[in-house]
């Protein structure tokens, strides 16, 4: 157990790193991907008056892509709404891709939070049971961030390279190893991280097809069950 918390202690989210440009771009001097390339914050906030502005400005974002589609999020209409200048955005944002990008960002992050959390929590409880809360509480967030964590990226495929790695499984995989070494006696598969990966790819394609369509007509609780037993027996079968 010492060594499983010690790993799941490092299993933080990658936010630190910078994502690195994709092969092909152009350089960040051309102009016609500058708006692409530079899509780093300029600063992060760090005094509580800052990060207020710049939580404002991702909120602002969000409803104006929601409600409205990308090309009306200009910078001036996302300070507008947030209330604060376009010259305090350009502080923090050299454009509107950047806000896109940390808009992900921080989505994941807080979702992936929200997973070890209550993985570290469920270390100790049976398997099943524990996979069946650990599934609700996937299809809460998904469906809660649908657009942000789905669907954004339709709306700016421009970004599509740069945010990759930004998934709430690539945040949590540490986590989620050591969830199922934690219960290895109950577990049959001889390769646990291939058996990881596909469980994961399968979740997250399942759970996306069951908010959008439902195909099915299964009940969330039916649902939640299936995709469990489906965890669990390829798992331990």
């Given at each position: 157990m010492a060594r499983l918390a010690e790993r799941i202690q490092k299993s933080g989210s990658p936010m630190t790193s910078r994502i690195p440009t994709p092969p092909g771009a152009a350089p960040k001097g051309d102009a016609r991907t500058?708006?692409?390339s530079?899509?780093?914050?300029?600063?992060?906030p760090k005094q509580q008056r800052a990060v207020i502005t710049a939580e404002a400005l991702l909120q602002a974002a969000e409803q104006i892509i929601v409600r409205e589609g990308f090309k009306n999020a200009t910078t001036n209409r996302i300070a507008e709404?947030?209330?604060v200048s376009v010259g305090s955005l350009y502080q923090y944002f050299p454009n509107k891709q950047a806000i896109v990008r940390a808009l992900v960002e921080e989505t994941v992050s807080r979702a992936a939070a929200r997973v070890r959390e209550n993985l570290r929590n469920l270390m100790d409880?049976?398997?099943e049971p524990a996979l069946r809360r650990i599934m609700g509480l996937l299809l809460e967030i998904y469906r809660e961030n649908h657009f942000i964590l789905f669907r954004i990226l339709d709306d700016v495929p421009e970004l599509r390279q740069y945010t990759k790695s930004l998934a709430v499984e690539t945040y949590t995989h540490s986590t989620n190893l050591a969830f199922l070494e934690q219960h290895h006696a109950e577990i049959r598969v001889t390769d646990l991280r291939t058996a990881?990966?596909?469980i994961e790819r399968a979740t997250i394609h399942n759970m996306q097809y069951f908010i959008t369509d439902n195909p099915t007509n299964l009940t969330e609780d039916q649902f939640l069950d299936e995709i469990t037993r489906m965890a669990v027996n390829y798992l331990t079968k």
């Open positions: 500058a708006e692409v530079d899509i780093d914050r300029r600063k992060s709404v947030a209330g409880e049976p398997l990881l990966l596909l």
